[in-house]
């Protein structure tokens, strides 16, 4: 694996807006998630936030922010955005809408503009890890970068 810092949509988007970050790189591995990201950075999961990408039954898309140890409660997010119902896009979807694979999907740089939701308890942290826009590869930064680029909604959805 190179040490090479990719650049990515989601890297262009950062550099653009003047964004401080570092970046990470680590072995990939299909179905990994968070919890090997987090184990091969050496950081605590709860930091490793995921982009999510999902739809509403219009097939709208939107992305959701999570802490990496935690699941989106789909009923409560539904309820939250008056829809009747929210699920998972499939992966052509998620590049479709994205410009992303699943494993690498990043809120930054992303093809179309998608809504973003962010879990609240993500903006009480110091610092976040998330996808730089490439499997195994995060970006470390402040989460307040989020609310300041991507504008998201703030959400308490999350489940342990």
């Given at each position: 694996?190179?040490d090479?810092?990719?650049?990515?949509?989601?890297?262009?988007?950062?550099?653009?807006?003047?964004?401080?970050?570092?970046t990470?790189?680590?072995?990939?591995?299909?179905?990994g998630?968070?919890?090997?990201?987090a184990?091969k950075?050496g950081?605590?999961?709860?930091?490793?936030?995921?982009?999510?990408?999902?739809?509403?039954?219009?097939?709208?898309?939107?992305?959701?922010?999570?802490?990496g140890?935690?699941?989106?409660?789909?009923?409560?997010?539904?309820?939250t955005?008056?829809?009747?119902s929210?699920?998972?896009?499939?992966?052509?979807?998620?590049?479709?809408?994205?410009?992303?694979?699943?494993?690498?999907?990043?809120?930054f740089?992303?093809?179309?503009?998608?809504?973003?939701y962010?879990?609240?308890s993500?903006?009480?942290?110091?610092?976040?890890?998330?996808?730089?826009?490439k499997?195994?590869?995060?970006?470390?930064l402040?989460?307040k970068?989020?609310?300041e680029?991507?504008?998201?909604?703030?959400?308490?959805?999350?489940?342990?």
């Amino acid at each position: 694996m190179s040490d090479k810092t990719p650049i990515t949509s989601a890297i262009r988007f950062l550099n653009e807006k003047k964004i401080y970050y570092s970046t990470h790189l680590y072995e990939y591995e299909e179905k990994g998630g968070t919890k090997l990201s987090a184990e091969k950075l050496g950081v605590d999961e709860h930091v490793v936030v995921k982009t999510i990408v999902l739809e509403d039954e219009k097939r709208n898309p939107l992305i959701v922010l999570m802490h990496g140890d935690m699941e989106i409660s789909a009923k409560k997010l539904a309820r939250t955005l008056n829809v009747k119902s929210i699920s998972p896009c499939s992966p052509d979807v998620v590049l479709k809408h994205s410009g992303y694979l699943v494993g690498g999907c990043s809120p930054f740089g992303t093809k179309k503009r998608l809504p973003v939701y962010i879990e609240k308890s993500i903006l009480d942290l110091n610092i976040i890890y998330i996808n730089g826009g490439k499997r195994g590869f995060l970006v470390s930064l402040n989460p307040k970068v989020l609310l300041e680029t991507l504008n998201p909604a703030i959400v308490e959805v999350g489940i342990k």
